[in-house]
Nanobody, 127 residues
Framework: QVQLVESGGGLVQAGGSLRVSCAAS????????MGWFRQAPGKEREFVAA?????????YYADSVKGRFTISRDNAKNTVYLQMNSLKFEDTAVYYC???????????????????WGQGTQVTVSS
C-alpha cells in the first residue's frame, strides 16, 4: 500500500512559479511510474505530467503545460515534484499525484494507469 501526501500548493499571480511536492510513505516509489493530474471546478480530472521509474526517468507532459512545467523525482527522499513556471489563470485546480503499480511501463496519461492517489493540493492563479 502506498500513501501519498501532496504539499506546496497556494495562491500565486499569473506569470509566477510554484512547486508542489508529493511524498510517499509505506512503500517505495522508486519502481513506480508517477503522475500529476489536476481537476478544476466543474471539470474532469486531467493528466498533467508523468515520470518513469526506469533509468533516465523519461517524462511526458500534457500539451497545455509543456515547456512550463517540469516533473522530477528524488527516490532517496521518496518524493516527486512538479515545478510550475509561467503560471496561467487556467492552471487553477486541485493538483493530485498518483503512483502506478510496480514496474508499470506504459505512458501513464490515464487515471486508470494509477493505483494510488494523494488527497490533492489547491493551486490558485490570480489573473
Amino acid at each position: 500500500q502506498v500513501q501519498l501526501v501532496e504539499s506546496g500548493g497556494g495562491l500565486v499571480q499569473a506569470g509566477g512559479s510554484l512547486r508542489v511536492s508529493c511524498a510517499a510513505s509505506r512503500s517505495t516509489l522508486s519502481n513506480r511510474r508517477m503522475g500529476w493530474f489536476r481537476q478544476a471546478p466543474g471539470k474532469e480530472r486531467e493528466f498533467v505530467a508523468a515520470i518513469s521509474w526506469r533509468t533516465g526517468f523519461d517524462t511526458y507532459y500534457a500539451d497545455s503545460v509543456k515547456g512550463r512545467f517540469t516533473i522530477s523525482r528524488d527516490n532517496a527522499k521518496n518524493t516527486v515534484y512538479l515545478q510550475m513556471n509561467s503560471l496561467k489563470f487556467e492552471d487553477t485546480a486541485v493538483y493530485y499525484c498518483a503512483a502506478s503499480r510496480l514496474y508499470y511501463s506504459g505512458l501513464g496519461t490515464s487515471l486508470d494507469n494509477y493505483n494510488y492517489w494523494g488527497q490533492g493540493t489547491q493551486v490558485t492563479v490570480s489573473s
